[in-house]
């Protein structure tokens, strides 16, 4: 019986001799970031882009539709086209929704470009506003004051569908570029 047992003892050991001097894959060790002098600035290993942060002025109404009320808020871009782009998607969203009232709420739009001072939003046809002569003018007022804090942007033309309109909600006229002095 004792040997029986010795026996299994000796191929266990064997066994497990023979594991062990099978080599293993190296595990990589990540390394540490090479020390830098002051002042020096590290790269990136990617080649993410650089974000641009910037408060911005965002105009809104007060909840009479009466007034237009201004948040700031901060955006961060890597292009200035998405600096415009950020702004327009901020005039449909208050940070403080029980004050103000978003005039730009569900605004849809095809494209934003920008050339030469014009800043041009081709927008969805199918957008709905309700809000009467007085709203559409505030929201036009709005997205003016908005977009011209820009010092760059001297015109915005508005299309719909890439196509020149009349009007957006059927008061105010949108046939000429909206400009800084109107």
């Not at 950020?86 to 940070?95: G, S």
Request: aromatic share 6%; glycine share 4%; charged share 25%.
């Amino acid at each position: 019986m004792k040997r029986r047992h010795m026996i299994g003892m000796a191929l266990l050991a064997t066994l497990l001799v023979a594991g062990c001097g099978q080599k293993a894959a190296p595990v990589p060790q990540p390394t540490a970031p090479a020390e830098q002098s002051p002042g020096e600035s590290q790269t990136p290993a990617t080649n993410e882009p650089k974000l641009t942060r910037q408060t911005v002025s965002v105009y809104y109404s007060d909840n009479n539709l009466m007034e237009l009320q201004k948040e700031e808020q901060e955006i961060s871009y890597a292009e200035d086209i998405e600096k415009y782009k950020k702004a327009l998607e901020l005039l449909e969203k208050p940070k403080d929704a029980d004050e103000h009232t978003a005039l730009w709420s569900d605004f849809h739009y095809h494209s934003v470009t920008f050339d030469k001072g014009t800043l041009t939003i081709d927008a969805d046809s199918k957008n709905q506003y309700n809000l009467g002569s007085s709203g559409e003018a505030m929201a036009l007022d709005a997205l003016k004051k908005t977009l011209f804090q820009f010092p760059e942007v001297e015109r915005i033309v508005i299309l719909e569908d890439g196509k020149k309109v009349e009007s957006l909600m059927g008061h105010m006229e949108v046939l000429e570029p909206l400009t800084r002095d109107q």
